[in-house]
C-alpha cells in the first residue's frame, strides 16, 4: 500500500510540473544544495535506524535555507534582477526550487522509511 501511496503522490507532483513545464524545475545548484544538507543533517544526527526519516528532515531544512539565501541573494540584487519585472519573475522562482526539491525529497523518504521499518 505504501508504494502504491507514494507513486500516486509522485504522479500528481511529476502531471502538475509536467503541464507547467518541467525544465522550470530543473536547477541543478538547487538540487545538490539540498541532497548535500539532507546527508549532512543525516549524519548529524548519527541515528542509522533513522537514517531516511533524518534525511528527509534534513532535506525540508535545508530546502528552506536555500529558499532563504536566494531571497538574500536576490534582495542584495546577486543576480541583476532587482527592478527588472523579467529578471524578477525567474530568480524568484528558482529560490523556491530547493524547497520544491526539499519537501518531495522528504516525501520519498517517508516511503522508503516506512517500508524499511516494516521489513
Same mark, same amino acid.
Given at each position: 500500500?505504501? #508504494?502504491? %501511496? /507514494?507513486?500516486?503522490?509522485?504522479? /500528481?507532483?511529476?502531471?502538475?510540473?509536467?503541464? &507547467?513545464?518541467?525544465?522550470?524545475?530543473?536547477?541543478?545548484m538547487s538540487l545538490t544544495f539540498v541532497?548535500? @544538507?539532507?546527508?549532512?543533517?543525516?549524519?548529524l544526527k548519527s541515528e542509522t535506524s533513522?537514517?531516511?526519516?533524518?534525511?528527509?528532515? %534534513?532535506?525540508? #531544512?535545508?530546502?528552506?535555507? %536555500?529558499? +532563504? &539565501? @536566494?531571497?538574500?541573494? /536576490?534582495? @542584495?540584487?546577486?543576480? %541583476?534582477?532587482? @527592478?527588472? =519585472?523579467?529578471?524578477?519573475?525567474?530568480? +524568484?522562482?528558482?529560490?523556491?526550487?530547493? +524547497?520544491? #526539491?526539499? #519537501?518531495? =525529497?522528504?516525501?520519498?523518504?517517508?516511503? =522508503?522509511?516506512?517500508?524499511?521499518?516494516?521489513?
Amino acid at each position: 500500500m505504501k #508504494y502504491a %501511496g /507514494i507513486a500516486i503522490c509522485l504522479a /500528481i507532483i511529476l502531471g502538475a510540473v509536467s503541464s &507547467v513545464g518541467i525544465h522550470l524545475y530543473n536547477d541543478f545548484m538547487s538540487l545538490t544544495f539540498v541532497l548535500g @544538507g539532507a546527508l549532512g543533517f543525516a549524519l548529524l544526527k548519527s541515528e542509522t535506524s533513522e537514517m531516511p526519516r533524518n534525511f528527509g528532515d %534534513g532535506a525540508v #531544512y535545508f530546502g528552506w535555507l %536555500g529558499l +532563504l &539565501v @536566494g531571497l538574500v541573494a /536576490i534582495a @542584495g540584487n546577486a543576480f %541583476g534582477a532587482w @527592478g527588472s =519585472v523579467e529578471k524578477m519573475g525567474p530568480a +524568484l522562482a528558482v529560490s523556491m526550487l530547493p +524547497l520544491f #526539491y526539499g #519537501y518531495t =525529497v522528504r516525501l520519498i523518504c517517508m516511503a =522508503v522509511g516506512k517500508a524499511k521499518s516494516a521489513e
